[in-house]
């Protein structure tokens, strides 16, 4: 058991997460447990339990520095960090509002490009398709995917390609470089510099956008990776479509693809699916062959989680597969043209 004393600056972000628990109550944090991940509960509890008791001092401290952070976060999101650190100042003085703005980046994850992610796409397009490839692939990193994708269909096939590749190939961005880059769209874009570095882009953030774009530009983009980078086209194809996104097939798809798939390979992928999967491919067999689906994936027994995560994306490949070929539609998060 761990005694709270009032070395307040040793404590860790889930110590302070665990006083704040602790002092809140059962019924306050019981709530707050809803809406964490099961990681983090796991994380947090045995963080609460190693509590055995918090000095005033610590815990009036813990609950200061939540109200500052939670105010803080509000300003935020009415009206961006430069509005926040206005009024903090206004409340605390310059060097306490900084000291905030500082915490809650680290702590919460500010990014750049705040007003950019509440901003019409349109707009944005305008603005930005005459920048550099770079550029264009900086910014897109900090939208929602949503945004990027239809700024991403906008820009000509070449330039597709390239801003996605780079998209792709970016890991963590120095604030030096988000600096330069802000201090030159400050006037038009008023975006906002975070103090700390900050990952963005990557082979995720390039699948969600791609996920979102239609048809003809994920093929434009594909194809063109695919001959100038094989390696990164083959990793963001594995993640085009994840396996629980078998739920958006309409039933002729479904059933197309399950006459295409191996039993075993069903079995596998089910019994590490959810209710809603599940309950969608069974819809689409005949009772017989459901009954004795299930009766496979029951007797299975315990399977290995890399196991199923193959069987699974075996099954993607023949979605992909049939998807290129004609066969099925898979629905975009945009509209996809229908030809009749």
Excluded at 121 to 133: D, V
Aim: proline content about 3%; hydrophobic content about 40%; charged content about 30%.
């Amino acid at each position: 058991m761990q005694q709270f004393k009032s070395s307040r600056g040793s404590l860790s972000g889930k110590q302070k997460a665990a006083i704040l628990m602790v002092t809140l109550g059962p019924e306050l944090s019981a709530n707050i447990y809803k809406h964490l991940r099961e990681e983090e509960i796991e994380d947090l509890t045995l963080e609460i339990a190693n509590v055995r008791r918090v000095d005033p001092e610590t815990r009036d401290f813990v609950l200061s520095e939540f109200k500052e952070i939670a105010l803080a976060q509000e300003y935020i999101s009415s009206g961006g960090i430069e509005y926040a650190r206005e009024l903090l100042e206004k409340a605390f003085g310059t060097a306490k509002a900084e000291e905030i703005i500082r915490r809650l980046t680290a702590s919460l994850q500010v990014r750049p490009f705040d007003f950019a992610r509440r901003a019409d796409p349109a707009q944005l397009f305008n603005f930005i398709q005459g920048e550099h490839p770079q550029t264009i692939s900086l910014i897109m990193a900090y939208l929602q995917p949503e945004q990027a994708a239809i700024i991403l269909s906008a820009l000509p096939a070449e330039q597709q390609v390239e801003v996605a590749r780079r998209l792709a190939t970016m890991d963590r961005t120095n604030p030096e470089v988000l600096n330069e880059v802000e201090s030159v769209l400050e006037k038009r874009l008023a975006s906002f510099i975070s103090q700390d570095s900050t990952s963005a882009g990557g082979i995720q953030s390039t699948v969600e956008i791609l996920n979102r774009v239609d048809r003809s530009t994920e093929k434009t983009i594909m194809e063109s990776l695919e001959q100038t980078d094989p390696e990164l086209a083959d990793t963001i194809k594995k993640r085009m479509f994840v396996f629980e996104d078998i739920i958006t097939l309409d039933d002729r798809a479904i059933q197309r693809v399950i006459r295409e798939v191996e039993s075993k390979d069903w079995a596998l992928s089910l019994k590490g699916s959810n209710e809603a999967v599940q309950d969608r491919v069974y819809k689409n067999m005949s009772q017989r062959a459901a009954a004795m689906l299930k009766e496979e994936i029951d007797y299975l027994g315990p399977v290995r989680l890399r196991d199923v995560e193959e069987a699974q994306q075996r099954i993607v490949a023949v979605i992909r597969k049939l998807e290129d070929a004609g066969e099925i539609v898979v629905s975009r998060g945009g509209e996809d043209e229908i030809i009749v």
